[in-house]
């Protein structure tokens, strides 16, 4: 299990938040926490997932990843 951090601009309510976490924990190996106050997301993989596929599902619901650590 490996664990990543986005960082998510855009984000301005609990609502934002828990969007962005219920998304993040639909994709299969994912289990996402996220934390509006550093607007980031903790992630924690079982299995490879591409910064891509991370990115493109967050930005579909109308935030913005901005990078990952």
Request: charged residues 25%; hydrophobic residues 35%; glycine residues 8%.
């Amino acid at each position: 299990m490996s664990e990543k951090t986005l960082q998510i601009k855009g984000m301005s309510c609990g609502h934002c938040a828990a969007r962005v976490e219920k998304v993040l924990n639909s994709i299969d190996g994912v289990e996402a926490k996220v934390d509006l106050i550093s607007n980031s997301a903790k992630l924690s993989l079982s299995k490879e997932v591409s910064y891509d596929t991370l990115k493109t599902c967050v930005d579909n619901i109308g935030y913005e990843v901005v990078g990952m650590n």
